[in-house]
Nanobody, 127 residues
């Protein structure tokens, strides 16, 4: 099991940038695939992006491709979501999540496949 804590959320104008960080504790962090999800008021939790255990492969929702970048530093037990060209529709609570040993590409996109979750951090984009 791994414990996760998100940070870096805040208020930003449309077109601006934010950098979200996820700090992990646990000796098996480097074996986990990591994902970011978001939930806007009154809506379901949606996939944002994910990254495999080594950082060699990344996956993104169509809505954020070309704007968001996921990276990880296993030596520091951190995962970063760099968010550029932010839009008002990006406003949501953003959650960091982890899963061990995904068996298919689909597992990287699926919230139910992630076993560890952070508490979330608020991102608000004004127009």
């Amino acid at each position: 099991q791994v414990q996760l804590v998100e940070s870096g959320g805040g208020l930003v104008q449309a077109g601006g940038s934010l950098r979200l960080s996820c700090a992990a504790s646990g000796r098996t962090f480097s074996s986990y695939a990591m994902g970011w999800f978001r939930q806007a008021p009154g809506k379901e939790r949606d996939f944002v992006g994910s990254i495999n255990w080594s950082g060699a492969r990344t996956y993104y929702a169509d809505s954020v491709k070309g704007r968001f970048t996921i990276s990880r530093d296993n030596a520091k037990n951190t995962v970063v979501l760099q968010m550029n060209s932010l839009k008002p529709e990006d406003t949501a609570v953003y959650y960091c999540a982890g899963q061990r040993d995904p068996y298919s590409v689909g597992d990287y996109y699926t919230a139910d496949r992630y076993h560890s979750w952070g508490q979330g951090t608020q991102v608000t984009v004004s127009s």
